[in-house]
T-cell receptor, first 111, second 111 residues
Framework: QKEVEQDPGPLSVPEGAIVSLNCTYS??????FMWYRQYSRKGPELLMY????GNKEDGRFTAQVDKSSKYISLFIRDSQPSDSATYLC???????????FGAGTRLFVKA | KAGVTQTPRYLIKTRGQQVTLSCSPI?????VSWYQQTPGQGLQFLFE???????NKGNFPGRFSGRQFSNSRSEMNVSTLELGDSALYLC??????????FGSGTRLTVV
């Protein structure tokens, strides 16, 4: 079993939809949770960074962490075609060092 | 502010050869991490350097090695290349464990 599980998709939604992306994990030592976005032929780009459980909002993006269930989510409101990319969840026990990544979910937002 | 710079962007090598990839982190970032990205395995952690010392290492064979210089620039080396080493190699720099900034990667093809 992988430490971090993420459905690779693809996930296809119409423009304006609310997108929900999720990951589960098995290592209870993880305390730092991140979401990265990766466009084709580019390196991943940090979208959200959270510590421990709770919610964090940044514009159209909301990250949720439920440590009791070992489950994290990223919500994208009013999705745009420019949001089409691969979204990777990531986790670390030590503040971002030796970060473990999920497989990534490919998202397509259709105009 | 300059981002993370990786050179070269593309590389084609023959089985059995060795290769050296270079990474210049964001100015002031002392932590540099390397990841291998493949369609089948996703992002796999190779190693992390901080102040010229290897602080963490992933589960890769000894053919994969790295180093960091006093100016925080880092190199990784792969000796005796195998077909399975074909991948996108990503370098990421970090300051204070607040998430990574990735470079665009070096795409290595082994033939």
């Amino acid at each position: 079993q992988k430490e971090v599980e993420q459905d690779p998709g693809p996930l296809s939604v119409p423009e304006g939809a609310i997108v929900s992306l999720n990951c589960t994990y098995s290592n209870s030592a993880f305390q730092y949770f991140m979401w990265y976005r990766q466009y084709s032929r580019k390196g991943p780009e940090l979208l959200m960074y959270t510590y421990s459980s709770g919610n964090k909002e940044d514009g159209r993006f909301t990250a949720q962490v439920d440590k009791s269930s070992k489950y994290i989510s990223l919500f994208i409101r009013d999705s745009q075609p420019s949001d089409s990319a691969t979204y990777l969840c990531a986790m670390s026990a030590t503040g971002g060092f030796k970060t473990i990544f999920g497989a990534g979910t490919r998202l397509f937002v259709k105009a | 502010k300059a981002g993370v710079t990786q050179t070269p962007r593309y590389l084609i090598k023959t089985r059995g050869q060795q290769v050296t990839l270079s990474c210049s982190p964001i100015s002031g970032h002392r932590s540099v991490s390397w990841y291998q990205q493949t369609p089948g395995q996703g992002l796999q952690f190779l190693f992390e350097y901080f102040s010229e010392t290897q602080r963490n290492k992933g589960n890769f064979p000894g053919r994969f090695s790295g180093r960091q210089f006093s100016n925080s620039r880092s190199e990784m080396n792969v000796s005796t290349l195998e077909l399975g080493d074909s991948a996108l190699y990503l370098c990421a720099s970090s300051y204070g464990g607040s998430g990574y900034t990735f470079g665009s990667g070096t795409r290595l093809t082994v033939v």
